[in-house]
């Protein structure tokens, strides 16, 4: 078998060192940072967890092909999976909408909210219930599927919302809560068949959390890899893709460092690959993505707050509008604000941990960058806004003043210094209406043995397709590897005799 090197260890490099292992090939992860997992992480704060990935895990669903690639990366490792009552609530002025796991109570109440919209309302959760049928996840017991006729026959049905974004899709609804409450977790811009998939697979049992969160799943992946003999170096920085003849030969690394290797698979952002690991262009199949201002790339402004009381007056997560003074300075007219109740380890007994994230588009998350530069400026603006994010969510919730403590404030500068993203994103780009999320080519013409693996090869990224890149990549590696063995037979075959 061969030698991997993989370059990142966030769940694209873990998962496709483990298949890699899997497949018998000896493994070397080399990660940039202190830990594996990228994105996939939390961080401890005194006495409290900050979380910052997963708010939904797609694939906790037994009855699809995603749990069973969780399970095989040992990301589950039969730990409880924590279903919610709801993925998110709106509120406006107390007046609250939410996204149950029950969608038959989702109908109901997005009903009883607007009985004129009772038509749209319906035809919205039809499709909802078409895509879970579509996906396995349909029926009482979230394992039921289409038949080949039937998906053929629904695809229609998903049609207008595959046209429409979610302002467009809001803008259908007469009551002014139910169009806020359909753009509040995706924005405007976001194409509404997102939405609506995202609706089926959180109804569709499809979307829970694992036990321990993000820290704690990417700390089972790291000890599968580990379990299966691949090995893992942190503080490893790669610097370079050494080619000739277009073929990697090895990785050159901050420290001086040079390992070789028979194949090289990148899982970072290719916006950092391309002209500075290679020297090479980056493919068009992946530039048409970059330069498409459709598909926007974004990231955003968290800050963590320790709440000096037993009980949080919401469950999970709840978006309520920015009050008017605030929205250009925060660049943003929602506020979402999560809770952790479900992970009573993550703070002292009778306290209670808040999170909250500002969504921000790549203008701002620029900024951002550019501000650490300077230090003492870029602390400056992180106390200043999480001033003001503490004073909406007391002015939201009054019983929370002086219970309040900031403990942390992360930006879009954060995440391109710890998972080097060019412009801080935790998830590639925005899905926009009329495209398909169409996974791209992870070969590079010209370099046989380099192979990509990155979330920013699909839209909209995150961890399952993070995942999948990893284990695509490996897929792809045996599909060369046969391909090596079939030419040495053919020129073996086609040897002149010498008897």
Request: one cysteine or more.
């Amino acid at each position: 078998m061969s030698k991997i090197l993989i370059i990142g260890g966030g769940v694209s490099g873990l998962s496709a060192g483990i298949y890699a292992r899997m497949d018998g090939h000896e493994v070397i992860i080399c990660e940039r940072g202190a830990m594996a997992g990228g994105n996939l992480t939390g961080w401890q704060r005194g006495e409290y967890h900050i979380d910052n990935c997963i708010h939904w895990l797609t694939g906790t669903n037994p009855a699809t092909d995603t749990y069973k690639m969780w399970e095989t990366l040992g990301a589950l490792g039969g730990v409880e999976i924590m279903q919610g009552k709801s993925l998110y609530t709106y509120d406006e002025g107390g007046k609250r909408l939410s996204l149950y796991c029950d969608l038959d109570r989702t109908e109901r109440e997005m009903i009883a909210v607007s009985p004129r919209d009772e038509k749209e309302i319906r035809e919205f959760i039809s499709a909802v219930r078409t895509v879970q049928g579509l996906s396995g996840i349909a029926g009482e017991k979230h394992n039921e599927g289409l038949t080949l006729l039937q998906k053929i026959k629904s695809l229609p049905q998903l049609y207008k919302y595959y046209n429409l974004s979610t302002g467009e899709l809001a803008a259908g609804f007469r009551h002014p809560l139910l169009r806020k409450f359909i753009v509040s977790f995706l924005g405007n811009d976001f194409g509404s068949l997102a939405l609506v998939f995202i609706f089926a697979h959180y109804c569709g049992n499809n979307g829970g959390i694992p036990r321990g969160s993000s820290r704690g799943m990417a700390q089972r992946m790291e000890k599968r890899f580990i379990s299966l003999g691949g090995r893992l170096v942190l503080n490893k920085e790669a610097v370079k893709v050494n080619v000739k003849n277009g073929k990697a030969y090895s990785v050159s690394f901050g420290d001086g460092d040079e390992i070789g290797a028979d194949y090289v698979i990148i899982t970072t952002d290719p916006a950092l690959v391309f002209g500075r690991l290679l020297d090479a262009d980056m493919p068009g199949y992946l530039t048409s993505d970059y330069s498409d201002k459709r598909k926007m790339r974004f990231s955003g402004i968290h800050c963590a707050f320790a709440l000096d009381l037993s009980n949080v007056p919401f469950e999970g997560d709840i978006i309520f509008e920015i009050p008017p003074k605030y929205k250009l300075r925060l660049g943003s007219e929602n506020l979402v604000l999560r809770e952790f109740s479900h992970e009573p380890s993550f703070a002292p007994s009778g306290k209670n941990i808040l999170q909250t994230v500002i969504f921000c588009n790549e203008e701002n998350a620029l900024r951002f960058i550019a501000l650490r530069r300077d230090r003492a400026a870029y602390n400056k603006e992180k106390a200043e806004l999480s001033r003001i994010i503490a004073d909406i969510i007391v002015n939201k919730f009054p019983e929370m003043k002086d219970k309040l403590k900031c403990i942390d404030v992360w930006t879009p500068a954060t995440y391109k210094r710890f998972i080097n993203s060019e412009m801080g994103s935790f998830m590639s780009f925005a899905l926009p209406s009329r495209c398909l999320p169409m996974r791209k080519s992870n070969k590079i013409r010209g370099l046989e043995n380099v192979i990509l693996a990155t979330q920013w090869q699909q839209i909209p990224g995150g961890l399952p397709i993070a995942a999948e890149g990893g284990r695509l990549a490996v897929k792809t590696v045996a599909e060369l590897e046969k391909k090596h063995v079939h030419k040495k037979q053919e020129k073996h075959k086609n040897a002149p005799s010498h008897a």
